[in-house]
């Protein structure tokens, strides 16, 4: 999976669904050997996916691999992708929470437009001075 691939379904976004998620999964590209090992060099598909469940889980590799031990790699897609969906959906409904709230997104910018400003312009002015143009 990756964000500069062209294809839709090399990317998972953080407003996609749980079944985009899943269908994403089922389609992403591992080789024929159903085992799970993490071997970035000679496995990249299968340790993506190891990568990825280690991203959204803390867990690390090695321990994913001993915990999916006996899982096919069909199988194994499955329990990523819903260690995904779990960890975007609080992410995906926030987003859209937000996205229905244009008030509120206008007032953060404006606050966070004037306290840059109330912290730029003693700098703004020291280097100003030190320049000459003040």
């Keep these: ?22 269908l994403k999964f089922r389609k992403a590209v591992t080789d024929c050997t159903s085992e799970v090992t993490y071997d970035p060099e000679n496995r990249p598909g299968v340790s993506n996916l190891v990568a990825i469940h ?26 990523v992708a819903e260690a995904v969906v779990t960890a975007l959906t609080p992410i995906r409904e926030e ?25 730029a312009a003693p ?5 100003s001075r030190m320049v000459g143009l003040r």
């Design 123 to 127: 700098v703004y002015d020291a280097v």
């Design 1 to 22: 999976m990756s964000k500069s691939d062209p294809q839709q379904l090399a990317t998972v976004r953080l407003t996609d669904t749980p079944e985009e998620i899943v």
């Design 54 to 79: 280690s991203a959204v889980t803390g867990h690390a590799p090695e321990e994913l691999v001993l915990q999916s031990r006996g899982l096919e790699t069909a199988q194994y897609k499955m329990v």
């Design 95 to 119: 987003i859209h929470r937000l996205r229905g709230e244009a008030g509120y997104l206008t007032q953060v910018l404006d606050h966070g437009a004037h306290r840059a400003r109330e912290i």
